[in-house]
T-cell receptor
Framework: GAVVSQHPSWVICKSGTSVKIECRSL??????MFWYRQFPKQSLMLMAT?????????EQGVEKDKFLINHASLTLSTLTVTSAHPEDSSFYIC????????????FGPGTRLTVT | GDSVVQTEGQVLPSEGDSLIVNCSYE??????LFWYVQYPGEGPQLHLK?????DKGRNKGFEAMYRKETTSFHLEKDSVQESDSAVYFC??????????????FGIGTKLQVIP
């Protein structure tokens, strides 16, 4: 149980285009979903927290107009990287948590984004 | 804000060696503590957890004790195997504004077991 999927697993796009990444909780309802960014050999950097049906809460320094997050249902959240640039190339990982309490997070397999 | 400090960089034990990866945390709240493991090209997976002081998380021969008095959650194993090689993240989950929980991760420790 507690499986989180991401799609696509990798994507290459041209500079200036937008890319959408999906995160789904397959066997539980996720009240809260998180989006992380990870650079090579570095830790996870939390980008934003999203709760179903409400606006995402972005971490300091993360541009909300560039990284659009939608959490329309209890099993789906999307991250759209708008007007992507090469510096947006990274490994994007989502996670989901079944409630608001101290539950562990379940991570997706990640999406490798390369902007050329 | 909350913080997690763990053994930095890479640890290179030989197969059969004992292992300790240090993790210390700082928070004004009463956190839950976790170790996550990440294999190359994959997302992190929960490795073990401890929800309150003096709890011990266990998984695949690894253990970590939630020590409130020293604010530590060190990861230990008596005899490592090559298959244990991965990056390990220590993390805490603590209450945040609005009743939500926020998770803070350490920088990660790469365990490379020498066969």
């Amino acid at each position: 149980g507690a499986v989180v999927s991401q799609h696509p697993s990798w994507v290459i796009c041209k500079s200036g285009t937008s890319v959408k990444i999906e995160c789904r909780s397959l066997d539980f309802q996720a009240t809260t979903m998180f989006w992380y960014r990870q650079f090579p050999k570095q830790s996870l950097m939390l980008m934003a927290t999203s709760n179903e049906g409400s606006k995402a809460t972005y971490e300091q320094g993360v541009e909300k107009d560039k990284f659009l997050i939608n959490h329309a249902s209890l099993t789906l959240s999307t991250l759209t990287v708008t007007s992507a640039h090469p510096e947006d190339s990274s490994f994007y990982i989502c996670s989901a948590r079944p409630g608001q309490g101290p539950y562990e997070q379940y991570f997706g397999p990640g999406t490798r984004l390369t902007v050329t | 804000g909350d913080s997690v400090v763990q053994t930095e960089g890479q640890v290179l034990p030989s197969e059969g060696d004992s292992l300790i990866v240090n993790c210390s945390y700082e928070t004004t709240q009463y956190p839950s503590l976790f170790w996550y493991v990440q294999y190359p090209g994959e997302g992190p997976q929960l490795h073990l957890k401890a929800m309150k002081a003096n709890d011990k998380g266990r998984n695949k021969g690894f253990e970590a004790m939630y020590r409130k008095e020293t604010t530590s959650f060190h990861l230990e194993k008596d005899s490592v195997q090559e298959s244990d090689s991965a990056v390990y993240f220590c993390a805490l989950s603590a209450p945040f504004s609005g009743g939500y929980q926020k998770v803070t991760f350490g920088i990660g420790t790469k365990l490379q077991v020498i066969p």
